[in-house]
């Protein structure tokens, strides 16, 4: 009978085949791709396990934020059907403010408007300008140190014609601003949102000073 307790507690601490991974592990593990994303593939990979994540858990407002990241740069990339990508985006948006609201969510939500608004600019931007621009004045408003919020201005300045007062010229601070905030962001945790390197790059690329 003693040999039949000791086998049980041992078989007891052998691991589970299929074990489901803890979701703090499976969440870093997801951010780290969606850090690393670049192919057609990695995209629709990395947003299926954000909405795998979701549905084990709908407490983190991480989750819903990086689906909602995903889904508006495939309609930026032209992935699929645009506007299905912008409204799944604007979905996880609100998804996402159920749970919190914060700098961070609201630079997503102005990256989401812009990508519904991308799909047909010269129609569609006297409706989503305000769409896109409020959520990012609430966001400095909680947070005038987060580049993101300074990036996504500076990108909406820089496409805007130069008769509407867009261009280099007029996103170069935005830039600057930009890249101090960069250097001098502080990441909490490797989940929390670091996203934007890749964005001040190419924008320099296009506006050299």
């Known amino acids: 009978m003693q040999n039949v307790v000791v086998l049980f507690i041992l078989l007891m601490q052998l691991p589970v085949q299929g074990q489901v991974t803890p979701p703090a592990k499976t969440l870093e593990s997801a951010v780290s791709q969606f850090n690393q994303l670049s192919k057609t593939a990695s995209y629709q990979q990395v947003y299926a396990q954000f909405e795998q994540l979701y549905m084990a858990d709908k407490t983190n407002w991480l989750i819903p934020y990086y689906a909602s990241l995903v889904k508006a740069r495939m309609c930026l990339l032209k992935m699929g059907d645009r506007d299905q990508q912008a ?3 604007l979905l996880w948006i609100a998804r996402a403010k159920s749970v919190q609201i914060n ?11 812009t990508a519904k608004m991308s799909v047909n600019p010269a129609l569609r931007w006297l409706s989503y300008e305000d769409k896109i621009k409020t959520p990012l004045e609430l966001a400095k408003k909680i947070n005038p140190n987060n580049p993101r919020v300074y990036l996504l201005e500076a990108n909406i300045q820089y496409k805007l014609p130069t008769l509407f007062g867009g261009g280099c010229k007029a996103s170069k601070s935005l830039i600057q601003k930009a890249e101090r905030c960069l250097s001098q962001q502080s ?11 890749q964005s001040l790059v190419d924008l320099k690329k296009a506006c050299p000073f």
Request: with cysteine; aromatic share 8%.
């Open 103 to 113: 700098d961070e969510i609201y630079c997503a939500e102005s990256m989401a408007n």
């Open 187 to 197: 990441i909490a945790t490797p989940v929390s949102p670091s996203w934007g390197l």
């Open 87 to 89: 409204n799944a985006a």
